[in-house]
């Protein structure tokens, strides 16, 4: 009983939270890839879109830092996940890993965001982009087997 009591219940709403997180950042990400995708049509140099972009790639590194150690917390969604599936700690320790390397790649996007002005440069950063979304997602998609998974093994009813 004592031992309930220090870890906190997973309640599936906790996990939806989770899902809503991923939903909002693969969102964003989206906007950010059509931005890119419309940098220089308004000609040469920096232009409006190009703000737009660094500003969404803000708010990005933003909700990811929220979203990765809220996941990554004491009390956080991979937590709960060790606590039901102790076996995969191998798993949540490369999606950790996968946490710091997102974030340097949203880094050095932004980093990037003066060279939008060349025009040689925009297929290249617009690739990055879409690399970004689609490792986030791929991202995302393991998390969400692992909570699936962890859903699966926890006990129905009663208990010991």
């Known amino acids: 009983m ?19 997180e991923h939903d909002r950042i693969l969102g964003l990400l989206t906007e950010l890839c ?7 049509e308004v000609g040469p140099g920096p232009s409006e879109p190009d703000h737009a972009l660094a500003s969404k790639l803000g708010a990005l590194w933003g909700l990811l830092v929220v979203h990765f150690s809220g996941e990554e917390g004491e009390h956080g969604l991979y937590s709960d996940i060790r606590g039901a599936l102790p076996h995969r700690a ?20 932004v980093s990037d965001v003066p060279h939008l002005a060349e025009a040689a440069e ?11 979304f ?3 997602r791929a991202h995302e998609t393991k998390e969400n087997e692992l909570i699936h ?8 009813g009663g208990g010991d």
């Open 2 to 20: 004592e031992a309930e009591k220090a870890r906190p219940p997973n309640p599936p709403s906790a996990w939806l939270n989770v899902q809503d």
């Open 34 to 40: 059509s931005s890119y995708a419309r940098i220089g």
């Open 90 to 109: 191998h798993r949540i320790a490369l999606l950790q890993k996968e946490h710091c390397e997102i974030l340097e790649e949203v880094r050095s996007l």
């Open 122 to 132: 925009r297929p290249r950063l617009l690739g990055r982009a879409k690399a970004l």
């Open 134 to 136: 689609y490792r986030i």
């Open 149 to 156: 998974e962890s859903v699966r093994s926890e006990p129905m």
